[in-house]
């Protein structure tokens, strides 16, 4: 349920009330409940309030940048706080190909030129082989992290994700 509730607000902002039109197969209720854990956790940000009526209407989106918890934060997770945690980095990626979806390109996207690019790839390495390209992976970002925000720059998002499959 919060997953699809993080989908339909990928790349958007919606109300309460967007959200019961989008997935009408929801009880209101349970929405409205749902959207507010999803505020409460950070995971949905209200960008704006307005009167309506008697009452007031909230309009969410998805944290710019998704969620970076702490290092303290990640030592003290819980398994479910990995998986809220986990959530939000997943929903921000889908927020932010939601947005280039949108943006300025209209219907002629062209995923090369603009170096869009994603992929999963399955890499076979023993310990010591993983700590190698880790280190090397880091030795080649860090650098590039340092560069400033300037003209002729396209910021990039760099999402990566690295976790060991089951066997079997």
């Known amino acids: 349920m919060r997953i699809r509730i993080l989908s339909a607000t ?11 039109g989008l997935l009408p197969d929801v009880p209101q209720a349970t929405l409205y409940r749902q959207i507010a ?4 956790a950070g995971l949905l940000v209200v ?10 209407e909230r309009v969410y989106t998805l944290p710019e940048g998704g969620v970076t918890p702490t290092a303290d934060a990640l030592a003290a ?5 990995h998986a809220r945690f986990f ?3 997943v929903s921000s990626l889908l927020s932010e190909f939601s947005r280039y979806l949108a943006g300025e390109h209209g ?3 062209d995923l090369v030129a603009d ?6 790839l399955v890499l076979h390495l023993d310990d010591e082989e993983f700590a190698r390209f880790a280190q090397g992976f880091a030795e080649l970002v860090r ?8 003209e002729g720059r396209t910021p990039r998002l760099l999402a990566t994700i690295l976790l060991p499959l089951t066997k079997g």
């Open 143 to 150: 650098p590039l992290l340092a560069i400033e925000p300037g």
């Open 87 to 89: 959530t939000a980095f």
């Open 115 to 120: 170096g869009v690019g994603y992929q999963q």
């Open 107 to 109: 219907e002629h996207i």
């Open 77 to 81: 997770a819980s398994p479910e706080d």
């Open 37 to 40: 854990t999803l505020a409460k």
């Open 10 to 20: 990928a790349g958007s902002r919606r109300t309460a009330s967007d959200l019961t």
């Open 47 to 56: 960008v704006e309030e307005r009167k309506v009526g008697g009452a007031t």
